[in-house]
């Protein structure tokens, strides 16, 4: 069984752009959760979908907006982007709701705004 | 706002010995604490959780220890090996929430 695939590996955008990150769930996941993890720091949860509805969103403003699709692969949409922004994004996917049944991350995108 | 937190960024053992990552978390509703490994361009792997109703929970080489009232987890590792060389993460989640939040890391290092 495939892992969980996202792309691009790397991405460097200019501040005010905006930008789109893919996530390929595992098979057989229908829940994917994205994350953002700032340099030196813990993976921060932005949003998790579910069946391609939203299941609970982090601290993140709105211009964070995401896409579930009906193979489950998954969309996060950054608008207006800040240098702030600057992180790794992983995205982690799950067979069921809740994190007592385990995630599975995918390897990140590591977004540079400059 | 650091609901988990690991004190300790880096640690450094010799290969045999016993491995101990810390934990603390301030938020009293988190029931569930999980501990992710993370090697360098991969992403996290999860390694062993462990409910608020017990604690301890074991799995080969690698115990988790759960202190309620100091509200404290701990991580072992024996006999730690250099392919232990990881960062590893604590997480915890209240009522089996989405919302899962990580500490900042503890970056293992086991010598030869």
């Known amino acids: 069984e495939t892992g969980v695939t996202q792309s691009p590996t790397h991405l460097i955008k200019t501040r005010g752009q905006q930008v789109t990150l893919r996530c390929s769930s595992q098979?057989?996941?229908?829940?994917v959760s994205w994350y953002q993890q700032a340099l030196g720091q813990g993976p921060q949860f932005i949003f998790q979908y579910y069946r391609e509805e939203e299941n609970g969103r982090g601290n993140f403003p709105p211009r964070f907006s995401g896409l579930q699709f009906p193979n489950y692969s998954s969309e996060l949409n950054v608008n207006a982007l800040e240098l702030d922004d600057s992180a790794l994004y992983l995205c982690?996917?799950?067979?069921?709701?809740?994190?007592?049944?385990?995630?599975?991350f995918g390897s990140g995108t590591r977004l540079t705004v400059v | 706002d650091q609901q988990v937190k690991q004190n300790s960024p880096s640690l450094s053992v010799q290969e045999g010995r016993i491995s101990i990552l810390n934990c603390d978390y301030t938020n009293s509703m988190f029931d569930y604490f999980l501990w992710y490994k993370k090697y360098p361009a991969e992403g996290p792997t999860f390694l062993i959780s462990i409910s608020s109703i017990k604690d301890k929970n074991e799995d080969g080489r690698f115990t988790v220890f759960l202190n309620k009232s100091a509200k404290h987890l701990s991580l072992h590792i024996v006999p730690s090996q250099p392919g232990d060389s990881a960062v590893y993460f604590c997480a915890a989640s209240a009522n089996n929430n989405n919302d899962m939040r990580f500490g900042a890391g503890t970056r293992l290092t086991v010598k030869p």
């Open positions: 098979s057989g996941h229908n829940t």
């Open positions: 982690a996917s799950s067979f069921r709701l809740g994190v007592n049944y385990g995630y599975t």
